[in-house]
T-cell receptor
Framework: SQTIHQWPATLVQPVGSPLSLECTVEGTSNPNLYWYRQAAGRGLQLLFYSVGIGQISSEVPQNLSASRPQDRQFILSSKKLLLSDSGFYLC?????????????FGPGTRLTVL | DAKTTQPNSMESNEEEPVHLPCNHSTISGTDYIHWYRQLPSQGPEYVIHGLTSNVNNRMASLAIAEDRKSSTLILHRATLRDAAVYYCILRDRTGAQKLVFGQGTRLTINP
């Protein structure tokens, strides 16, 4: 069966510090991978998606970046965090079942920037 | 993007059925309707999807209007664990194979 991992679960960082969030998927190969952010009390905002190693598409211009160094690894980074980067970060992968557009989400990382 | 409209919040009682509506008047003929839910402090989880016919699974039922401009997610017997934000989503067809999440409906279940 497939599983998706994210770490860390929670993170408190000062403004201006760097960020690295990691997501890995097990039990599938060459999945589409997604990074979302959810600000407090808001809906999900798609940040990046990737259809393969080294292939990243950005949905929203910002001070975040994403990389996919391996087939089942997706990393979200920032060189300098802003207060507005606080939120709940979710990684997801796209499965063919039960529908080709079904996405399965990881447990998330709650980031607080102070 | 095809848009969906859902009530911001709904409330129901435990062990009663819940009908969560969704309007999608600009749906195209080949758009699937997906429903996800997000429990507190968790990522969204898939609930059900459909195209034209009504659908049932172990979690819920999906009733789709004949003109496909609206749909209703039905929880037959709500429990406290069903309290969540429910999202009605149409498959975005602009090439990114992405699902566009709106604000959803926050469902409260009273004991």
């Amino acid at each position: 069966s497939q599983t998706i991992h994210q770490w860390p679960a929670t993170l408190v960082q000062p403004v201006g510090s760097p960020l690295s969030l990691e997501c890995t998927v097990e039990g599938t190969s060459n999945p589409n991978l997604y990074w979302y952010r959810q600000a407090a009390g808001r809906g999900l905002q798609l940040l990046f998606y990737s259809v393969g190693i080294g292939q990243i598409s950005s949905e929203v211009p910002q001070n975040l970046s994403a990389s996919r160094p391996q087939d089942r690894q997706f990393i979200l980074s920032s060189k300098k965090l802003l207060l507005s980067d606080s939120g709940f970060y979710l990684c997801a992968w796209k499965s063919r079942y039960p529908h080709p557009d079904t996405q399965y989400f990881g447990p998330g990382t709650r980031l607080t920037v102070l | 993007d095809a848009k969906t409209t859902q009530p911001n919040s709904m409330e129901s009682n435990e062990e009663e059925p819940v009908h969560l509506p969704c309007n999608h008047s600009t749906i195209s003929g080949t758009d699937y309707i997906h429903w996800y839910r997000q429990l507190p402090s968790q990522g969204p989880e898939y609930v059900i999807h459909g195209l034209t016919s009504n659908v049932n699974n172990r979690m819920a039922s999906l009733a789709i209007a004949e003109d496909r401009k609206s749909s209703t997610l039905i929880l037959h017997r709500a429990t406290l664990r069903d309290a969540a934000v429910y999202y009605c989503i149409l498959r975005d067809r602009t090439g990114a194979q992405k699902l566009v999440f709106g604000q959803g409906t926050r469902l409260t279940i009273n004991p």
